[in-house]
């Protein structure tokens, strides 16, 4: 029992990574049907910014860091937009377009920042440490909590409560009929990039502080991101979250239970049969294509 | 039609490009195998490949610097025996295939006398078969695993101990302390982690306590709270942990976040001192082994080696692998230079094979025998205090540490 | 005149440069010295990956990362089994290939049926895969430290490296040429038709998933005895070679080369290989430059942002499509009426019979206890308001969607819930209101890739060159020109489909849902951006070919006049429903009829 409370601690915090990560696939899935590839980068980009404002270059407050990380993320996914997505419609060429910006964003930081690796990140303002049938939980890890939360609120309140949500969500169902009652899709479409490089900072502020920051840091949590978004259906932001935490909590307890060397296997595994299932997500709802 | 005369267009392009290239790279007969191959009147040119680009670009570049400040030191002072030392480093990104192709290019294409270093694991382990068949002699890979030393190769020779050799070393020191019951380890799904388990398990035999848990964990996942929670429940009071740097402090800090106090072990890459100073108390009390001066110490020789960085490489920091390589270069230059006027491979693989603990600046005393090509075998233990490392013995071997059955 | 002739009438120079490459090939690994010869075989065994690539990406457009994982098995494969001496040299690597196939097949299968980003994802899963089992495996596959595979023997000769490199050329040769007919013959035109439009390439009778699952297994037999070559040239495999960078690298080659050109594909190998080569000690600029390289050749091929000729001068480069100039808008007006080929008449007047159907959308009945019948040499006319669930009929029937519950009876035979392409094998052709083109593709082409001899045609025939298969695919040639005439559209044949006006992409749409020989014509909103008299010229070609060839037509029009005109019998439908069916002029005074019409005019007025 004490083993399985700490796997699903485990899996709840990396499942709120990775589920971070997939709602901002699932934001730029919506607003330009497509994928893109740079977000880890661009979150990695976005810690080290944030390092920058507290730590290097200036010593601002945290708050105002974080704020900075946030800018720098948003800023890199529209700069992702503008130069690739914008300009290209296939979602092949997006593809290995956004893995070029990828390519890009890794050398900068590389240039920028390997030398003196690794880093201590700030840590986002640490809640209290608590314990849960005798497994201690991180204060960092309720902090992701935390933050996964409020993140889910605040875009829900947006999204269904607010006019400019109704816009968002008119341009990402569909674009022309969206345009033709007044929507400005152009606007809507660079808002939701923003809002998925901004989540992308997030989760790499969240998670920079539990290890170590490095040029590295969100390369491994890419394609757990993506997956989760899958699993979770690309086009309903919950999906992200639901997917997130599915494939958090599955992994640690394939690895804790069965196989801790063949976890991702295994997982992979399991994710391929669920999909081919349910081809778009667990809360994703069947196409119905319009002809 | 237009169409046609396009694609011979291009395909007559790329034939004049393919053509022009191989004819200006080309120099000498590729691949002979000479044994005097690279050495001319007044240079003896060795190669190496490394990823001085990508995930590792800052660490290989400050083991290249380490080298090179080595070499150029040796240069300004009449060179081997009146050669100076040519070493061409080839970039690998990191990427296991390109280092291959780079080691075949160096061997076959620009001649090197000797390989020399070679960054990584996995690099290095894809290179070997190459290696092996081509004769050439490889001095000091980076890459400390078994797969490198056992069977012993001919033509390749290690300077530090293995992974392996690290854990064995870990388990016998955990097994040996009172406090601890039952041992378990942790170590990262990779081949350094594999070399690890491999070695812990191999020494189970010598230890008065049993190995209660073996549990892989993928790197940069952000917590690993489950896989702690689960090693404790077994009983575990004594952990050996191998993985890269940042998983490690978040695993440390996941330990001392759960009130657990194991006694702890880890891989050698944790004393780095810079990595140290940002890892915060957890890590404190950790246990290991080295095989090398730390970069920060007094120790003559080591103050030798920052004082010759700074004068050739004033921007680089003195690191681990700095170290590591500096008093590579330095048994390589000492075997060249026993070999007088006509050193030949053969001839520098036989002086290798009765190196017998030579001490340079860096390194511990390094000794080849034909049956093993794992030069260093004397470490020290080391524990971390106060968040720096320090050493708690004084030379060991696996034969003081676990006697001779 | 027409694309599909292309390869019988150029010049066999053109197609010589696999002999070219190989030559120069040769001649770099003769004169370069023993590095040069391994790094030419690597770009060589590369090669021929990527080109597999080709046809799952550049035609098919199905991003794959799963290459890695069945050039990883075809390596494996091969190299375990020549460890051991289980095979001898040749048949190893052929035996990597098959496993390779079967793998791809089962790929394809299972992962098919995703949505491209959701498959690119998968796929990756399926490396990361095949790394763990290889890593896992120790005793088979040497785990992390790898296998080591010994240069294979023939005749108890050990082979030399020319050798091996001989070996390694003529399967590259090989690739290059079946490749390149794959990628310009009929089938890489039915990939591209089927990645231009799911939806269109499934109404003319093409499975999706079958498609999918035999590029797959083209692609990675390619992949797998590239794999296979690439464990006997270098020697040692290890888990770490074969991960999603090495999908990277393929992927990128294609893209780099253009999408669907093999030899843009080959170039692009050799580039990637060859600049860590030539660009040491550019340190972490090698990277950015890397990925600017990524980003540029995107936006070359994708971008907007180039002013329009460039950029067809760009893709015309890359991609190697033929821009003939659009003809004069004034030669395209046919003057006479629109009389495609008697050979189109049907053996049998059939009859279509809709009952009962019923489907709903999110608790929206869409359609409610909907029947009609509709029957050889009669044109029937389907009208309603907008909403009233005319398209939704002609959905599915056709089998867009699947029917909650009634029956679709073609002839006795039924076809309800059938999936579309099975509907559209079965004798039942369709248009789209919004036009649905194979946008890749040109206007001849689009009724090549569906005409019913062209899909009935074995691919290995087609890509054998058998007599059977010319033979036909000339009869193919001829009575899509006979089509094209017939609907006054030949000076476009030739023309990518994305150049011809609007309203002309619904003559498109019709010829080819001709070549198909429909028994039943389903024609929604046909008239939609066509001028006044090209209608009056429709509805006199709708008699001809219900008349004359026994053709079963159904036509959905807002356009009360042409159906008046064109239609033996009208059926009017309401809120999902039939509210009435009867001859034009008896409709005309029907008060349902009328009240339905006006009661929503003034509600969508209002």
């Known amino acids: 029992m004490h083993a399985f409370v700490g796997y699903l601690v485990s899996g709840l915090a990396n499942g709120s990574v990775y589920g971070l990560l997939a709602m901002a696939a699932i934001l730029v899935f919506k607003a330009s049907r497509t994928a893109n590839f740079a977000i880890g980068e661009t979150g990695t980009f976005s810690a080290f910014a944030l390092y920058a404002a507290v730590v290097t270059v200036t010593r601002l407050p945290y708050w105002v860091g974080l704020l900075v990380a946030l800018v720098a993320g948003a800023a890199v996914a529209l700069a992702t937009e503008a130069i690739i997505t914008r300009n290209v419609r296939s979602a092949l060429l997006v593809l290995i377009g956004t893995l070029g910006i990828s390519d890009v964003i890794t050398g900068i930081n590389t240039v920028l920042w390997s030398k003196g690796e690794p880093y201590q990140e700030p840590s986002f303002p640490q809640l209290p440490d608590v314990s849960l049938g005798g497994v201690g939980i991180s204060g960092q890890y309720l902090s992701i909590f935390a933050a996964v939360v409020v993140i889910c609120l605040l875009l829900y309140f947006l999204l269904e409560h607010t006019g400019f949500g109704l816009n968002v969500r008119a341009a990402a169902e569909d674009r022309d009929l969206a345009a033709l009652a007044g929507v400005n899709v152009r606007r809507c479409v660079m808002v939701m990039w923003a809002a998925g490089g901004a989540l992308a900072a997030v989760a790499a502020v969240l998670v920079a502080p539990l290890s170590a920051l490095n040029v590295g840091l969100m390369t491994p949590l890419l394609f757990n991101g993506y997956a989760a978004g899958i699993l979770g259906g690309l086009d309903r932001l919950p999906g992200g979250l639901v997917g997130g935490l599915g494939l958090g909590v599955a992994s640690s307890l394939i690895g804790g239970y069965i196989s801790s060397t063949a976890e991702d296997a295994i997982l992979f595994a399991v994710l391929i049969v669920l999909l081919s299932v349910r081809p778009n997500g667990l809360l994703g709802r069947r196409v119905v294509q319009k002809v | 039609m237009a169409v046609a005369r396009r694609r011979l267009f291009i395909a007559a392009l790329a034939a004049v490009c393919l053509g022009a290239t191989a004819c200006t790279t080309t120099s000498g007969p590729g691949g002979s195998a000479g044994d005097t191959v690279g050495i001319t009147q007044n240079s003896i040119k060795i190669g190496t490949s490394m990823g001085l680009t990508g995930p590792t670009a800052a660490e290989a570049t400050a083991a290249l610097h380490g080298a090179q400040a080595y070499f150029d030191y040796i240069n300004d002072h009449g060179g081997v025996n009146g050669r100076t030392i040519d070493l061409t480093a080839l970039d690998d990104g990191f990427s296991a295939a390109q280092t291959v192709t780079n080691v075949r290019r160096l061997v076959q294409q620009d001649n090197v006398f000797s390989l020399f270093y070679l960054w990584g694991l996995n690099n290095t382990v894809a290179a070997l078969p190459f290696v092996k068949q081509s004769g050439v002699p490889l001095i000091g890979p980076q890459a400390p695993t078994s797969a490198v030393t056992d069977p012993v190769i001919p033509n390749v020779f290690l300077m530090e101990p293995t992974f392996n050799d690290e854990a064995a070393v870990c388990a016998k020191q955990l097994a040996d302390s009172s406090s601890v019951h039952k041992l378990g380890i942790l170590y990262e799904n990779d081949p350094i982690g594999q070399d690890a388990l491999k070695g812990a398990q191999d020494a189970e035999g010598h230890l008065s306590k049993p190995m209660a848990a073996k549990v892989a964990f993928t790197s940069g996942t952000p917590s690993f709270t489950g896989q702690i929670v689960s090693l404790r429940q077994q009983g575990v009071d004594g952990l050996i942990i191998f993985g890269t740097n940042p998983d490690i402090v978040n695993i440390a800090k996941g330990i001392s976040l759960e009130g657990w106090h194991p006694a702890l072990c880890g891989s050698s890459n944790v004393f780095d001192p810079t990595f140290l100073t940002i890892s915060g108390k957890d890590l404190n009390g950790l246990n290991g082994s080295l095989g090398q001066y730390l970069p920060e110490s007094t120790e003559p020789g080591i103050v030798t080696y920052r004082n010759r960085l700074k004068q050739y490489f004033p921007n680089e920091k003195a690191t681990v692998f700095g170290v590591q390589a500096y008093g590579e270069a330095e048994v390589l230059v000492h075997a060249l230079r026993s070999l007088g006027k006509n050193p030949t491979r053969a001839g520098l693989l036989n002086a290798l094979n009765s190196l017998t603990d030579y001490s340079s600046d860096t390194l511990f005393p390094v000794s080849f025998t034909k049956a093993d090509h794992d030069g260093v075998s004397q470490y020290r233990l080391v524990k971390v205090v106060n968040s720096q490392p320090q050493f708690t013995s004084g030379f060991l071997s696996n034969d003081n540490l676990f006697g001779n059955g | ?606």
């Open chain 3, 1 to 606: 005149m027409v694309d599909s002739t292309r390869g019988a009438r150029r010049l066999p120079l053109a197609s010589l440069w696999p002999v070219g490459l190989s030559a120069v090939a040769i001649v770099v690994a003769l004169t370069g010295g023993s590095f040069w010869e391994y790094l030419v075989g690597l770009v060589l065994i590369y090669s021929i990956a990527a080109i597999g690539l080709t046809v799952i990406t550049g035609l098919g457009g199905q991003i794959s990362l799963a290459h890695a994982a069945v050039f990883a098995l075809g390596a494996y494969v091969a190299g375990i089994l020549g460890t051991r001496g289980v095979l001898p040299f040749p048949l190893t690597i052929v035996a990597g290939a098959l496993v390779g196939v079967v793998a791809a097949a089962v790929i394809g299968l299972v992962v098919g049926r995703m949505t491209d980003l959701a498959f690119a994802i998968a796929s990756f899963g399926v490396t990361i895969i095949v790394q763990r089992i290889a890593t896992s495996f120790t005793g088979l596959t040497g785990g992390f430290e790898g296998l080591n595979v010994p240069p294979p023997t023939w005749g108890g000769l050990r082979l030399t490296q020319a050798s091996l490199f001989g070996f390694v050329l003529v399967v590259f040769l090989l690739s290059c040429v079946v490749g390149r007919r794959l990628a310009t013959g009929t089938f890489g035109r039915t990939l591209r038709a089927l990645s231009s439009s799911k939806v269109a390439a499934a109404s003319v009778g093409m499975s999706g998933q079958r498609l999918r699952t035999t590029s797959f297994m083209i692609g990675g037999s390619y992949a797998a005895l590239a794999g296979g070559c690439y464990g006997t040239w270098a020697g040692y495999l290890s888990p770490d070679q074969f991960g999603v960078s090495l999908a990277i690298t393929f992927l990128s080659a294609v893209v780099l080369g253009g999408m669907r050109s093999v030899l843009g594909t080959v170039l692009a190998t050799a580039v990637l290989l060859g600049v860590p080569q030539s660009f040491q000690g550019a340190g972490q600029w090698t990277l950015i430059g890397n990925g600017l390289l990524l980003v540029v050749v995107t936006l070359a091929i994708g971008s907007k942002l180039l002013p329009q000729p460039v950029r067809e001068r760009l893709r015309s480069r890359f991609v190697r499509r033929r821009v003939p100039t659009p003809p004069d808008p004034a030669d395209t007006v046919p003057t006479t009426a629109f009389r495609p080929p008697a050979s189109l008449a049907v053996a049998r007047q059939p009859v279509l019979s809709v009952r009962d159907l019923s489907i709903s959308f999110g608790g929206v009945a869409a359609l409610r206890s909907m029947s009609l019948e509709a029957r050889g040499g009669e044109v029937l006319g389907v009208i309603g308001p907008n909403g009233a669930g005319k398209s939704t009929l002609l959905n599915c029937v056709t089998g867009v969607y699947r029917p909650d519950s009634g029956s679709v009876t073609l002839s006795d035979v039924d076809i309800t819930g059938m999936p579309a392409h099975r509907v559209a094998r079965a004798g039942i052709a369709r248009t789209f209101q919004v036009p649905q083109v194979f946008s890749e593709l040109s206007v001849a082409d689009q009724l090549v890739v569906s005409h019913p001899t062209t899909q009935g045609t074995s691919l290995a025939a087609r890509v054998l060159g058998l007599p059977g298969a010319r033979r036909g695919a000339r009869a193919v040639v001829d009575e899509t020109r006979q089509i094209l005439d017939g609907l006054g559209l030949a000076a476009w044949a030739n023309q990518a489909v994305t150049n011809v006006p609007h309203g002309s992409r619904q003559l498109v749409q019709l010829a080819r849902a001709l070549v198909r020989r429909p028994q039943v014509l389903l024609l929604d909103e046909i008239t939609a951006g066509l001028p006044g008299d090209e209608a009056n010229r429709l509805a006199d070609l709708f008699g001809y070919l219900a008349q004359d060839l026994g053709i079963a037509v159904l036509l959905i029009s807002h356009d009360v006049p042409l159906l008046m005109r064109a239609c033996d019998r009208v059926v009017v439908m309401d809120a999902g429903t039939k509210i009435a069916d009867g001859p034009p002029h008896a409709i005309r005074g029907d008060q349902r009829v009328l009240a339905a019409y006006l009661g929503t005019r003034q509600a969508s007025h209002g």
